[in-house]
């Protein structure tokens, strides 16, 4: 069985403590490995590794930085495969899809970031002759980032790449669900060249671990994705510190399928957007909005398509859907559907734990399931499930679609699928979301902002967001 260690200070360590946690395989329910259950003595250990590592790193040539991550993406690509099946092992998710989307966008995002440092500029503003203002922007510090278990390493790389980039030492807590390929990192970063303690990856539960991270002095930014409760208790422990924080939380996002939209398209895209990983991507579509003029032919297809895509074992390249990444979210899922239906709801595919037979038998496998809501006010139209479970809503007029897309407490992401060009756009600007994608989902570029509005989280990632949340900007005037 595979044991876990920290790594800090550029060595791999069990925790002070000795304890260590189970780390079990959604696809067959076994514990199959273990990992620290790592508390506030191994957090301060590697809060002090990455002090110490900062001036030297804040120091070097971005030149020597950016070539170092790019050395680590191009290590993670040499050993793709590895990731990808411990991915999938680890969180239950297909391998192919580990293969094609997980691992590749990692080391995407190493690159990306080590160019983004290459080309980034700073600000001089004249104010008269004899005055000028000059802008610098300077690493912050030990940087803390939490991330959560749904696209471990994609996830957890979208905040090590841009901290590393610009300067920053990092001490980083995967979720303590799905902590492998987070491991299998730490045995390449000396080799990619980064010096002792930039960065330290400590395991373990939120509650210690992640919970001392945020409450440490000596780490003046916590970059967190997760759940949007989890993110209200790191907000209150973080203010005493006046920490920089960024938020980027859960979902209930809508699909707007107007009349007039491209059926074929609308009805493939959003089969992917409600049950891709399972479900569980906090931008995965969970209310689809359907004008009532094709809310039959598109219920239909979309039921029948539903039930098509195939739910199986994990390794096997032709399962569209794995297994749920833990027995308890599986339980959390299926309650979810059980007072929808306890509260007349009518389930229409779905809505019962799948067994699979033989060694799987013991995995947590849960089915597409597509629900008929009537109105926003069902606990299932407002909370997020983050499974694969989706409403079925009509709609008669615009003003409907918008107000029941913007009627939950999230703003993250919206889908709108139409022909009509002025309501695309009127629909973009009328929604409350912070990605808007019109006749498509889930296409990113990572320069553009990304982030949620309202309960969906504060701050925005990606592109020059990342770079500015992960510096300090210091204002120089000088008289002549
Ligand atoms: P979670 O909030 O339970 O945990 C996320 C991380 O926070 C884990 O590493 C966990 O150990 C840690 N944590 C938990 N309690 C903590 C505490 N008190 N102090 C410090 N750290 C703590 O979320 P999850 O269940 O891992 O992830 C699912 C959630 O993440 C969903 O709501 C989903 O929508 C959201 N999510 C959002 C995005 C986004 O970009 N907006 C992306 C992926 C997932």
Known sequence: MEIIRNYIDGRSVEPRSGLYLDNVRPRDGTVYSRLPDSDASDVAEAVAAAKRAFPEWKAKKRQERAAILQKLANLIEGRLAQFAEAESEDQGKPKTLAERMDIPRAIENFRFFAGAILHQEEA???????????????????????????????????????????????????????????????QLLTEAGLPPGVCNIVFGTGARAGDALVAHPDVPLISFTGGTE???????????????????????????????????????????????????????????????????????????????????????????????VSQGHRSKVAGFVARAREQGLQILCGGEEVVLPGDLSKGFYYPPTVILAPDASPEIMQKEVFGPVVTLTPFRTYDEAIRLANQTPYGLATSIWTQNLNTAHRAARDIQAGQIWINTWMNRDLRVPFGGMKASGIGREGGRHSLEFYTEEKNVCIQI
């Not at 696209?151 to 799905?178: H, I, Q, R």
């Not at 032919?297 to 794995?322: C, E, H, I, N, Y």
């Open 124 to 186: 001089a503003h004249q104010s008269t002759d004899s005055v000028f203002n000059y802008t610098l922007r300077e690493p912050v510090g030990v940087a803390g980032l939490i991330s959560p278990w749904n696209l471990p390493l994609y996830l957890l790389t979208w905040k090590l790449a841009p901290a590393l980039a610009t300067g920053n030492t990092v001490v980083a807590k995967p979720s303590e669900l799905t902590p492998m390929t987070a491991y299998l990192l730490t």
């Open 230 to 324: 989890t993110a209200s208790v790191i907000g209150q422990r973080a203010a005493p510190f006046y920490k920089k924080t960024s938020f980027e939380l859960g979902g209930k996002n809508p699909g707007l399928i107007f009349a007039d939209a491209d059926l074929d398209a609308a009805v493939a895209a959003s089969l992917r957007s409600a049950f891709l990983n399972q479900g569980e991507i906090c931008l995965c579509t969970s209310r689809l909005l359907i004008e009532a003029s094709i809310f039959d032919v598109f219920a239909t297809r979309f039921v029948a398509g539903a039930k098509a895509l195939k739910l199986g074992d994990p390794r096997q390249p032709d399962s569209f859907m794995g297994a749920l």
